[in-house]
């Protein structure tokens, strides 16, 4: 009777510093990091009534806001392939290649500032620079209102998502009704969400210890919160600047905003929600491996060389932070009119 009894204490006790262990790293977890809500969230300044966000939706596959009437919001940032294109840099207007990777516009709503370098304040300033940015969209504010202007159903329903405004049909009210679809296009139920809402069984012994390594090492320093990332600056190459080919040398980052000489090669920091799906990686979008970004910030941003160990753990880590991918259906869009402005003609 003794010895199954001295065992099985044996056992109990053995077990407690592993069962302590895992309960303080999910609490840290916890105080770290949090999980995407499952309900859309407020924004500031605009109300995301059901109107406003059926008229954003369309507007957001609308090529017309475009010069070629070729390039839609969607085109950069398709919501069937992880809320970006998943090329080095974006084509835009007339072939032009874009000077930085194309950030996702999933859980953007939780980002402090958008863009690499933290230019639009929110996603309605975001909304309107690629449609006035010549190697993007090419078009102009007054351009839009007439083409939208121009198509009936537009004009309905901007006035219904905006009521009680004499001229509803604004560039503002454009960007405002993106903002408002997208502040939805969120990606709850991640398995690390559902980690950090208790579920420890839900991550795999390798997957916990890439978190422990995550948080041990370092990387949530920048990368922390809801998204997280998307919250702060830094600069890419704390320790170490990576080569030209990652890091290209005539592109200082946030200083082109500030004008700063400290904000020079310093990005907001990338957001890692669904970061599996939005290869390639970096404002550079050189890298294609999420194992060898991994490795890459180790060295650039900790001043260490992660082992194989390692690298592999923390990617695996990150790999569940994929979430519920939002289910669009793609909207019919009205016909163009004989007062619609004409597309155009990019062709070389």
Not at 133 to 141: F, K, L, Q, R, W
Request: proline content about 7%.
């Amino acid at each position: 009777m003794f010895r199954p009894f001295l065992a099985a204490l044996l056992a109990g006790v053995l077990t407690m510093p592993a069962a302590g262990m895992a309960e303080e790293l999910m609490k840290e977890a916890q105080e770290t990091f949090k999980p995407i809500p499952s309900v859309v969230p407020a924004v500031k300044g605009n109300a995301v009534t059901r109107e406003k966000v059926e008229l954003g939706k369309m507007l957001f596959f609308e090529p017309r806001l475009s010069a070629s009437h070729l390039i839609s919001c969607n085109t950069c940032h398709n919501l069937g392939m992880g809320g970006d294109d998943n090329l080095e840099t974006s084509i835009g207007h007339g072939w032009q290649k874009g000077p930085r990777n194309a950030p996702t516009v999933f859980n953007a709503v939780f980002n402090a500032a958008q863009f690499w370098d933290g230019r639009a304040e929110d996603l309605k300033a975001q909304a309107k620079g690629p449609v006035q940015a010549g190697v993007e969209m090419n078009n102009t504010p007054e351009n839009v209102e007439v083409t939208l202007k121009s198509l009936g159903e537009y004009v309905d329903r901007f006035t219904k998502a905006f009521p009680g405004e004499k001229d509803p049909v604004t560039f503002d009210n454009m960007a405002m009704a993106i903002e408002a679809f997208e502040a939805t296009l969120i990606t709850p139920g991640s398995r690390f969400d559902q980690y950090l809402e208790g579920n420890a069984g839900v991550l795999n012994a390798q997957e916990k210890e890439g978190l422990r390594l995550f948080m041990d090492k370092g990387c949530a320093t920048c990368h922390a919160g809801v998204n997280l990332g998307g919250e702060g600056y830094y600069p890419f190459g704390v320790v170490e600047k990576p080569g030209a080919e990652i890091l290209p040398r005539d592109d200082k980052g946030r200083f082109a905003v500030t004008k700063t000489a400290a904000d020079n090669y310093v990005f907001r920091s990338s957001p890692l929600r669904n970061i599996e799906l939005t290869a390639p990686y970096f404002h550079s979008g050189k890298v294609w491996s999420l194992r060898q970004a991994v490795a890459i910030m180790g060295e650039s941003q900790l001043g260490e060389t992660l082992n194989d160990a390692e690298v592999d753990a923390i990617t695996a880590f990150l790999k569940t932070l994929t979430g519920e991918q939002p289910r669009i259906e793609i909207p019919i869009l009205p016909v163009s009119a004989p007062t619609t402005p004409k597309p155009v003609d990019t062709r070389p």
